[in-house]
């Protein structure tokens, strides 16, 4: 990135990078968008700590492609890519569990340069736990783990350059086109002439493999979905009869995306106690997510508009998914 002074090393204690969102701004956020028509809530509620749990189980389903396509390309792409970035700092968006960054760290470490990992995720928990693991296994690497919404402002510690910025798992589809803009202009205005941006997308293509991957046989992404509700009455005194909405997906051929939607059963109302009463039709839907789904020209359409040139497409053979390579425009 763009300073080059070194960082402490942050596991084990409050990463100073950590951004809390208040309570406030979760009743905010649930207030206007549930008294909008209509109904819906924002993908970043999914991620607490059981929430993040059972997305890690969603990428183990047989019909989640989705991870399987992109750590294939990963295994097959990023010993090429990393030869010729020379990151010595790796920095991930949205980082999960961090399963396939250990991919691109070895690959690092191969090519003689690992100094440092900043994993960035909305989840504290599972964050720092994934934080503290890969400190284990990769002890020579300084792990910064910066606890933030991605979808606000959000600071990235100064590491050392090159600098390889990565955005996997498809994450971007969550975001429609002027929110994708805002979020990775923010991204390369962080950026310098020798750092590089890895983006991992899912690709256009025949609607029923991507309707089994959000409805699944097992019923994990249902229980994903359903979770956010069971959040809010937890967090927010909510008395949501989280028994009686459904898990609802579908893609949208028209607007190249899948929707994700809570549906209710039956006619009900829900009170939370500091936003107050919520009233359902039946049938009436909470829309959770929107995973819009991409081909080249529309991804270097995003990337330009945020102020970053493609230098490499990677699509599977199979045409699933993507990776692309970009760098700052100069």
């Given amino acids: 990135m763009k300073d080059n002074?070194?960082?402490?090393d942050l596991v084990g204690g409050t990463p100073p990078y950590t951004v809390r969102r208040s309570r406030e701004q979760m009743v905010r956020d649930v207030r206007e968008g549930l008294t909008t028509?209509?109904?819906?809530?924002?993908?970043?509620?999914?991620y607490d700590e059981?929430?993040?749990?059972?997305f890690e189980e969603i990428t183990q389903l047989p019909e989640y492609y989705l991870t399987?396509?992109?750590?294939?390309?990963?295994?097959?792409?990023?010993?090429?890519i990393v030869a010729s970035v020379g990151p010595c700092s790796l920095v991930e968006l949205g980082a999960g569990s961090a399963t396939k960054t250990r991919i691109i760290l070895d690959a690092m470490r191969e090519n003689g340069c690992a100094e440092c990992y900043v994993p960035i995720d909305v989840?504290?928990?599972?964050l720092e736990a994934t934080a503290l693991q890969l400190q284990a296994d990769y002890s020579d690497v300084r792990i910064t783990p910066v606890v933030s919404d991605i979808t606000e402002p959000f600071a990235i510690p100064p590491?050392?350059?090159?600098?390889?910025?990565?955005f996997l798992g498809s994450t971007i589809g969550n975001f429609p086109r002027g929110q994708a803009v805002r979020l990775l202009s923010h991204v390369a205005g962080g950026m310098g002439p020798s750092d590089r941006f890895l983006l991992g997308a899912d690709l256009v293509k025949d609607p029923e493999i991507i309707n089994r991957a959000y409805n699944d046989s097992q019923g994990v992404t249902a229980a994903f979905n359903l979770n956010i509700l069971e959040r809010l009455n937890h967090e927010l005194g909510a008395d949501f009869p989280v028994q009686d909405f459904e898990h609802r997906a579908f893609y949208s051929t028209e607007h190249r995306r899948i929707e994700m939607h809570l549906v209710?059963?039956?006619?009900?109302?829900?009170?939370?106690?500091?936003?107050?009463?919520?009233?359902?039709?039946?049938?009436?839907?909470?829309r959770t997510e929107l995973s819009y789904k991409y081909d080249r020209a529309t991804l270097e359409d995003i990337l330009a508009a945020s102020?970053?040139?493609?230098?490499?497409?990677?699509?599977?053979?199979?045409?699933?998914f993507a990776l692309a390579l970009s760098r700052v425009e100069s």
């Avoid at 002074?5 to 402490?8: D, E, K, Q, S, T």
């Avoid at 989840?123 to 599972?126: A, E, I, N, Q, V």
Wanted: glycine residues 8%; neutral net charge.
């Fill in 5 to 8: 002074h070194a960082v402490p």
């Fill in 37 to 46: 028509t209509p109904k819906q809530l924002s993908p970043k509620y999914f």
């Fill in 50 to 54: 059981r929430g993040s749990e059972l």
């Fill in 68 to 80: 399987r396509a992109e750590r294939y390309l990963l295994e097959k792409k990023i010993p090429e």
């Fill in 123 to 126: 989840s504290k928990d599972f």
């Fill in 159 to 166: 590491v050392a350059s090159p600098t390889l910025v990565v």
């Fill in 264 to 286: 209710a059963r039956s006619a009900l109302i829900v009170v939370i106690p500091e936003i107050g009463e919520i009233r359902f039709r039946e049938g009436e839907s909470i």
């Fill in 307 to 320: 102020g970053l040139s493609m230098e490499s497409w990677m699509p599977a053979g199979d045409g699933a």
